[in-house]
């Protein structure tokens, strides 16, 4: 993977109208996002072994005669601000209000919950735009028997390796049950955090550097804001790895064992990213140490070079002190060649004590 310059920006998003959902009964579908007109759209990819379609659909009742087929659907909801919709979608694949609920809550921390018939899992997709600002969205998946419906608020996604896969049979994903699916899309945002990691790393090391060769003032606000950025992927991604040992460990029917084989390489990598993102946040907490030590380090200096020039104009002051008093009979005053003896004594002073200094390693 190259590695070039990005920006590594957090979007920072206003904060969630959660005042919509007081006094309302739990299982009440109320949209808690940003983007109530954005564009909503459902899409579905229909495949088997020796079958693949994918179209766009017109509307959400389209999408029932998907749930008993044979072949394996990928029911793909663009846009959670049409609620009507998706509850009309719910209801039809039996799914649970409170599911619901917290599908369309884009504040909803990562998790996952069985049912008898389906498994919800809640995930933050994270990856950089062209740009190279960080992007953080709400996905949610609810697998169920021959169909995956996938929830997410924006067109853009990091799934186009598995479209790859499906349209051009490579791999086994075709010939495969809807758990694999399941299995591909969580893989695939998984993926895409060792990119985000990577750049945060790069973002970290060379903020590093800057602290040790100038850490001025914009440089403690950089580590505020890489500090706030550490933090805010860390409450996105540090969930996924209690979701990827519950998946290994299930017993639930729709997770075949074969499947649960894939499932512990993604729990492999939860852990990795674990690892690293706890590592990134003890990066991220030390710099601040490390610019309040270069900081103090670099004022010490000045401080050392401040007082060597105070103590070697001491004695000086001294001497100038002296032959400024205005007393009336100072012999050497009258000496023809009193001014240079003097200042050759100065000299002197400033000579034995510059060499004293070498000598202590102070200078």
């Known amino acids: 993977m190259k590695n070039k310059k990005i920006n590594l920006k957090r979007v920072i998003k206003k904060p969630f109208k ?7 009964a739990p299982g009440t579908v109320t949209y808690l ?7 909503n759209k459902i899409s579905v990819t229909d495949y088997s072994g020796d079958f693949y379609e994918t179209k766009v659909l017109e509307n959400v009742e389209e999408t029932f005669k998907f749930r008993d087929t044979e072949a394996i659907s990928w029911i793909n909801v663009q846009g959670l601000s049409n609620v009507e919709d998706i509850e009309k979608l719910g209801k039809y694949y039996n799914i649970n209000p409170l599911v ?4 369309v809550n884009t504040n909803q921390r990562p998790k996952i919950d069985e049912y008898e018939d389906y498994i919800f899992c809640v995930l933050k997709m994270l990856y950089l735009d062209k740009e190279g600002q960080l992007v953080v969205e709400h996905m949610a998946l609810i697998l169920c028997e021959h169909a995956v419906l996938l929830f997410q608020e924006i067109e853009a ?10 349209a051009n049979k490579f791999g086994r994903i075709r ?3 809807a758990d694999y699916l399941f299995f591909a899309l969580i893989d695939s945002i998984i993926d895409q955090y060792f990119i985000v990691l990577e750049h945060l790393t790069d973002k970290i090391e060379l903020l590093e550097e800057k ?22 992927i860390r409450k996105n991604i540090f969930p996924v790895k209690e979701i990827a040992s519950r998946l290994v460990k299930t017993e639930h029917r729709l997770i075949k064992e074969d499947t649960k084989l894939f499932l512990g390489d993604v729990l492999d990598h939860s852990i990795q990213i674990h690892e ?8 991220s907490m030390s710099l601040m140490e490390m610019y309040m030590s270069n900081v103090s380090n670099k004022m010490n200096e000045v401080m050392k070079v401040l007082t060597i020039m105070a103590s070697i104009f001491i004695p000086l002051t001294f001497i100038a002190g002296i032959y400024g008093m205005n007393f009336e009979y100072m012999p050497e005053l009258h000496h023809r060649n009193a001014y240079f003896i003097v200042l050759g004594i100065m000299f002197l002073i400033i000579i034995i004590m510059l060499i004293y200094f070498k000598r202590k390693k102070w200078l």
């Open 18 to 24: 959660t005042q919509q959902k007081v006094g309302k």
């Open 33 to 39: 996002g940003l983007r109530e007109d954005g564009e």
């Open 100 to 103: 619901l609920e917290d599908l």
């Open 157 to 166: 996604d990091v799934f186009d390796g598995v479209r790859e896969r499906l």
């Open 175 to 177: 010939n495969r049950g």
């Open 211 to 232: 602290v040790y060769n100038s850490p001025e003032q914009d440089v403690a606000n950089s580590i505020q804001q890489i500090r706030k950025e550490v933090l805010g």
């Open 276 to 283: 690293t993102i706890e590592m990134l946040r003890e990066m």
